[in-house]
């Protein structure tokens, strides 16, 4: 029931910007924790930012400066803004949120089904 699904990828030059939208929607009672991941071919998957309990935040040192992640609390959407693109930040972005379905239940984490990015030279 409950669904996270992102929109916003695509293709852009660099040193240009895009704009990644991530919602979360379903059986929700709270999200303690909302955030952007990616993964490029043969690599890891890597945080990119993440919002904790609504104020902790954290950035991957390589977007630090360039990307901005903000939560809107009321929509269960976070958004990525992502400036200066690099080819380097060419990958599969990945929406993760922390999810409590009903009170007194557990969190558990969903995750969405990806969205591209691609950054040409």
């Known amino acids: 029931q409950v669904q996270v699904v992102e929109s916003g990828g695509g293709l852009v030059q660099s040193g240009g910007s895009l704009r990644l939208s991530c919602a979360a929607s379903?059986?929700?009672?709270?999200?303690?924790?909302m955030g952007w991941y990616r993964q490029a071919p043969g690599k890891q998957r890597e945080l990119v930012a993440h919002?904790?309990?609504?104020?902790?935040?954290n950035y991957a040192d390589s977007v630090k400066g360039r990307f901005t992640i903000s939560r809107d609390n009321a929509k269960n959407t976070v958004y990525l803004r992502m400036n200066s693109l690099k080819p380097e930040d060419t990958a599969v972005y990945y929406c993760?949120?922390?999810?409590?379905?009903?009170?007194?239940?557990?969190?558990?984490?969903?995750w969405g089904q990806g969205t591209q990015v691609t950054v040409s030279s």
């Open positions: 919002i904790i309990n609504g104020i902790n935040i």
């Open positions: 993760n949120a922390n999810i409590l379905q009903e009170y007194g239940g557990r969190y558990i984490a969903y």
């Open positions: 379903g059986s929700i009672f709270s999200i303690n924790a």
